[in-house]
């Protein structure tokens, strides 16, 4: 079946920090993969997606590059910031169904 | 563009009762799925409906149903609620058809408080 490991958190920076969570995951035929962030009391918000290997979603400084050859879609962030503290969710999913499998989540804590 | 708007954002039940959540999917939208978040669990697939039929199953007990309207509106039902069912309930919506990897966006949530 699919899965996805996120790296434990909680991950603590200060600002301005470079920020990378690590995902890995596994899947039947060729996922599509997504970072979802959520923010205290709030639902899931899309922060960025690929579809096939080598593509790189960004969005609001934050990139993430779908490898096939090492399973990965780590986040990377040059320079957080405090409004960057929330929780981020790796997911994958296959075909055009909307089923989507989540890792752990990995809360990241940005301080000044 | 409205996005996916559930109802109630916030509700307490007692053990024993039935709940029903109610989520209106972006304009367009055929696909609804529906996500239950707990701090043990995570984030877990309950379902999926497309075009008013169940697409996929979570691995959750007969006593969560829903279901998928014309409109692509969606309900979910929680029949004799237990502690356990204490959870963010989290409906998504996507086009559901096409190209893979379709965007799949999430509401506020519903806060069900079993008590």
């Known amino acids: 079946g699919n899965s996805v490991t996120q790296m434990e958190g909680p991950v603590t920076l200060s600002e301005e920090a470079f920020l990378t969570i690590n995902c890995t995951y596994t899947?039947?035929?060729?996922?599509?993969l997504f970072w979802y962030v959520q923010y205290p009391g709030e639902g899931l918000q899309l922060l960025l997606k690929?579809?096939?290997?080598?593509d790189k979603g960004s969005n609001k400084g934050f990139e993430a590059t779908y490898r096939k050859e090492t399973t990965s879609f780590h986040l990377e962030k040059g320079s957080v910031q405090v409004s960057d503290s929330a929780v981020y969710f790796c997911?994958?999913?296959?075909?055009?169904?909307?089923?989507?499998?989540f890792g752990t989540g990995t809360r990241l804590q940005v301080t000044l | 563009k409205a996005g996916v708007t559930q109802t109630p954002r916030y509700l307490i039940k007692t053990r024993g009762q039935q709940v029903t959540l109610s989520c209106s999917p972006i304009s367009g939208h055929r696909s609804v799925s529906w996500y239950q978040q707990t701090p043990g669990q995570g984030l877990q697939f309950l379902f999926e409906y497309f075009s008013e039929t169940q697409r996929n199953k979570g691995n959750f007990p007969g006593r969560f149903s829903g279901r998928q309207f014309s409109n692509s509106r969606s309900e979910m039902n929680v029949s004799t609620l237990e502690l356990g069912d204490s959870a963010l309930y989290l409906c998504?919506?996507?086009?559901?058809?096409?190209?893979?990897?379709?965007?799949?966006?999430f509401g506020e949530g519903s806060w069900l408080t079993v008590v």
């Open positions: 899947a039947t035929g060729y996922p599509s």
């Open positions: 690929a579809t096939k290997a080598d």
């Open positions: 998504a919506s996507s086009l559901g058809v096409g190209t893979v990897g379709n965007t799949i966006y």
């Open positions: 997911a994958l999913n296959t075909g055009t169904a909307s089923k989507l499998t």
